[in-house]
DNA sequence: AAAAGTTTCAACCGCGGACAT
DNA sequence: GATGTCCGCGGTTGAAACTTT
């Protein structure tokens, strides 16, 4: 079953040797250096029940340590390590089968945000969890969710870690500062997120959060608060807008607290937009598939996979060399609004796919702290503003300033809720398309991927889904790839997204196809525009005269 | 039904720290 | 202080199991 190789701490044995598990007291392994006097290999691979029938027998009787006698003195031919890891991992009383807990996963999150890869210490939080299933548990996650173009970080897990290093009271403080390798060590790859430079410090746990929430709640409560319109029940609807901007509903969640009591159906909304944690109670499935991605740097959409569980194989191959680890921009989903008709390939990292897209290009458009989608947004005004948007900043910034929020800023409904999420895919996947047009359908693979159905317009009626008006006021007036790539200025304005009198059920989605960037912008109405909303947004996003 | 592709997870591997000599 | 040994940790591997085509 598994490999055996001759150069090996623990030295592998001839095949008449492994079919027993026991062997000759040849007192020749130990430790580290096993096989020493020639002694004979010892086996790998499998363990059998009759092994573990003697290592536990001996652990009853000496206990726990000294692996290196477990050999000499059961005559088990394993070395110590692979002892130590059988009953560590799987002969030791009191160990936790099966599946992890949703309590366990978001534990897990939580530990990892705060230790890294420091699997031992988890399972310490864990009782009778081993430190390879929680790493295990882990490296699954990770790649769900990089398939997914999702973040992996919760922003509840954010917040918490956030109040946790204020108040240095940690639960599970290990007193160190994340490093950049924590994700990037493993050769992750995080295309749309960087986890890794999120953690990088206490700081950034604790800045993320902060300003996403204001920023989203200043840019949508007005709105909400404004003209909480008939989508307002529309569940279905503002799942999909949570969806196409994933990560939203946490700190849209605070900005509908004041349209709450307007809605007859606030808990209904609440977990519709997936605010709450819906754990299936026959679930025995480990994905803790995000639904949210970050509001800050996720690309829940753009990047590839709406759904966490179906779906989309595009994006599912795009992954990247390792070299992409610390390259990745959390920012990067705006690759996607910048060069809308890029192949994904192409959007994946354009300084791999460019040799002449320097560092210098790179830093040109840095924003000096990315703290995530809108501050990129507003780095993307002041880079057009300045003239130096040519070169689109598809990644802002390779800039040690990391940004937290653009990493791994997960919404907390960072749940399983993926039933209703597959549900609702389709519909979702429809919704964007007004938007997107052609561009996205045609060179996203998660679009691309997705089923044709998805982008039947006429499945969602006016009746149960809000959007039509939506789709009237959003219909593009631009024909994507038209050879215009340059952004449209009075459309990258947060603004032009919430109209003043048109689509009420569209306004989620116009601030959503706002924040998903000026991708849009070859593709909305410029009648749209309401500088009275934009008037109220926050200061950052006040864009120069010259684009009004 | 079978092949191909993907995911899961048990186990291996190398490294480094702690301790003994 | 130098060397050797033990132990634990984190990363990686690859077969089994599962899913998709």
Not at 487 to 498: G, I, T
Request: with cysteine.
């Amino acid at each position: 079953m598994y490999r055996v190789k001759s150069e090996s701490t623990c030295e592998m044995m001839h095949q008449d040797q492994m079919d027993s598990p026991l062997a000759d007291d040849g007192g020749g392994s130990s430790g580290g250096s096993p096989h020493r006097g020639g002694g004979p290999p010892l086996k790998k691979g499998p363990w059998t029940s009759a092994e573990d029938a003697i290592l536990v027998d001996y652990v009853k009787k000496h206990g726990e340590g000294n692996w290196n006698a477990v050999q000499k003195n059961t005559g088990l031919f394993r070395c110590g390590k692979s002892c130590r890891l059988r009953w560590a991992n799987h002969l030791r009383p009191n160990l936790k089968k099966g599946a992890f807990t949703p309590e366990e996963e978001r534990l897990i999150i939580q530990l990892h945000s705060k230790m890294g890869n420091k699997w031992a210490r988890m399972a310490a939080h864990l009782p009778g969890r081993t430190d390879n299933e929680i790493k295990n548990y882990w490296n699954t996650r990770i790649k769900r969710c990089q398939r997914a173009g999702l973040p992996v970080y919760p922003a509840s897990v954010i917040n918490q870690s956030a109040n946790e290093d204020q108040q240095g009271s940690s639960d599970f403080n290990c007193g160190e500062n994340l490093s950049n390798n924590h994700l990037n060590g493993n050769g992750l790859y995080l295309p749309d997120f960087t986890c890794d430079n999120f953690i990088a410090n206490s700081e950034a746990l604790s800045y993320a959060p902060q300003l996403s929430a204001v920023s989203i709640s200043n840019l949508l409560g007005q709105s909400f608060a404004s003209k909480r319109c008939g989508f307002m029940d529309q569940a279905g609807m503002l799942k999909q807008s949570d969806s196409l901007l994933p990560g939203l509903s946490d700190t849209v969640n605070g900005a509908l607290s004041s349209v709450d009591q307007f809605s007859n159906d606030s808990g209904k909304l609440r977990q519709a937009l997936g605010f709450d944690y819906l754990h299936e109670a026959n679930s025995s499935s480990k994905i803790l598939a995000p639904f949210g991605g970050a509001l800050t740097g996720s690309h829940a959409y753009l990047n590839g996979t709406f759904s966490a569980s179906r779906s989309t194989n595009g994006p599912l191959k795009m992954e990247l060399p390792s070299l992409q680890d610390t390259e990745s921009d959390p920012n990067s989903w705006l690759k996607y609004t910048v060069a809308p008709t890029m192949h994904p390939t192409e959007l994946v990292d354009p300084y791999l796919q460019s040799p002449t897209a320097t560092p210098s290009a790179k830093s040109e458009c840095a924003s000096p702290r990315n703290s995530g989608l809108l501050e990129e947004l507003l780095h993307q005004a002041e880079a057009l503003r300045s003239g130096k948007n040519q070169q689109p900043s598809v990644r802002s910034s390779s800039s040690s300033v990391s940004t937290p929020c653009d990493t791994t800023v997960v919404s907390p409904d960072f749940d399983l809720c993926q039933e209703y999420w597959e549900e609702h895919s389709g519909a979702m996947l429809h919704e964007y398309v007004p938007f997107s047009g052609n561009s996205l359908t045609e060179s996203t693979a998660p679009v691309s991927a997705a089923s044709p159905d998805a982008f039947q317009l006429s499945k969602i009626s006016p009746e149960s889904n809000s959007l039509g008006s939506g789709e009237q006021a959003m219909e593009p007036t631009y024909e994507p790839g038209a050879g215009d790539a340059s952004p449209r200025p009075e459309n990258l304005r947060p603004d032009a997204f919430f109209s003043g009198n048109t689509a009420d059920s569209s306004l989620f989605n116009n601030a959503i196809a706002m924040l998903l960037g000026n991708d849009m912008n070859t593709e909305c109405k410029p009648g749209l525009f309401d500088p009275s909303s934009w008037s109220n947004m926050p200061h950052a996003f006040q864009m120069s005269e010259e684009f009004k």
